[in-house]
């Protein structure tokens, strides 16, 4: 299986600031999600993009995804302390990888 | 729906010992994969299934770890024998086609 690479494995940031996190892969995909993972907890959808499309928001986030170097970014704005948690990136067939931790402290 | 259901949350064993993993995917769904997550290597895909049928196994570290779906609502993870590095949560996670995976709460196992 192909393994999606989240970087930086952590991320420290204070509320109200954005977290960038970012992701790379090997394989061609028709799709590429981000999860989040609260400790102890399985994980939980946020996000998905499609191979043709090239930004996507859902409230506070914003996804881009470029296909020729075979990356994405997630950005969260005005990130708050129930953020903290694992993110990860994902499609069918991925091995998900250790995530990016991000701790957002009050 | 209940989300995917996993069978036990916490499993316990003696190295040696045989270990079965159980998962009840959302219904209508006909992806179905098996992960494990440890500190050291993340969350690992070990194998999926699409409408029951085992299309990507590359993921099953040796000949001790066996999968299988008999049926769409069911599948089962074995790891015979079992040892302490086997020592992880496994996550099963289902999906409509090939998009957003759902995922159970995960079975904690600790091989002693």
């Known amino acids: 299986s192909q393994q999606g690479e989240e970087d930086p494995q952590a991320l420290s940031i204070q509320e109200g600031e954005n977290a960038t996190m970012n992701c790379s892969y090997k394989t061609s995909i028709n799709n590429l999600q981000w999860y989040r993972q609260n400790s102890g907890r399985g994980l939980v959808h946020l996000i998905l993009i499609r191979s043709n499309e090239r930004e996507k928001h859902s409230g506070r986030l914003r996804v881009t995804l470029d296909t020729s170097k075979k990356s994405s970014s997630l950005l969260i704005t005005a990130s708050r302390a129930a953020d903290t948690a694992s993110y990860f990136c994902?499609?069918?067939?991925?091995?998900f990888g250790k995530g990016t931790s991000l701790l957002v402290t009050p | 729906d209940a989300g995917v259901i996993q069978s036990p949350r916490h499993e316990v064993t003696e190295m040696g010992q045989e270990v079965t993993l159980r998962c009840k995917p959302i219904s209508g769904h006909d992806y179905l994969f098996w992960y494990r997550q440890t500190m050291m290597r993340g969350l690992e895909l070990l194998i999926y299934?699409?409408?029951?049928?085992?299309?990507?196994d590359s993921g099953m570290p040796e000949d001790r770890f066996s999968a299988k779906m008999p049926n769409a609502s069911f599948s089962t993870l074995k790891i015979q024998p079992s040892e302490p590095r086997d020592s992880a949560v496994y996550f099963c996670a289902s999906s409509f086609g090939p998009h957003e995976q759902f995922f159970g709460p995960g079975t904690r196992l600790t091989v002693l």
């Open positions: 299934f699409n409408n029951n049928v085992p299309i990507d």
């Open positions: 994902a499609t069918v067939g991925l091995n």
